[in-house]
């Protein structure tokens, strides 16, 4: 096996862990501070904007108007909606924009 295989392989391990072993660690509590569940409540829009910052301090025009759109669709639509109005846009925008 080529070695890219062997780090996918590696990293979905890795993954799989990081997530067994923090919902087992959060399991053997019978109640969870407010504080602790807003916390965790906050980790996907961390995430998010970690995928998404570094991106769009490089990003250009066509890039910009996914971001615009997805952040009008995003209170009105959902999560999953602002994200397939966000690729939507940007790939139209890369295949007709110069």
């Not at 890219?4 to 799989?16: D, E, N, P, R, V």
């Not at 759109?69 to 966000?86: E, T, W, Y």
Request: charged fraction near 10%; aromatic fraction near 6%; avoid cysteine.
């Amino acid at each position: 096996m080529s070695a890219t295989l062997w780090i996918i392989i590696a990293g979905a391990i890795a993954t799989y862990l990081t997530r067994v072993g923090g919902h087992l660690v959060i399991s053997r509590f019978d109640h969870i501070h407010p504080r602790v569940e807003a916390g965790l409540n906050a980790v996907p829009a961390a995430v998010l904007t970690t995928l998404v910052a570094p991106a769009a301090l490089s990003a250009g025009p066509t890039e910009w108007a996914a971001l615009v759109v997805a952040a009008v669709v995003s209170p009105r639509g959902g999560l999953m909606a602002m994200f397939l109005a966000g690729a939507v846009v940007l790939v139209l925008a890369r295949q007709f924009v110069p």
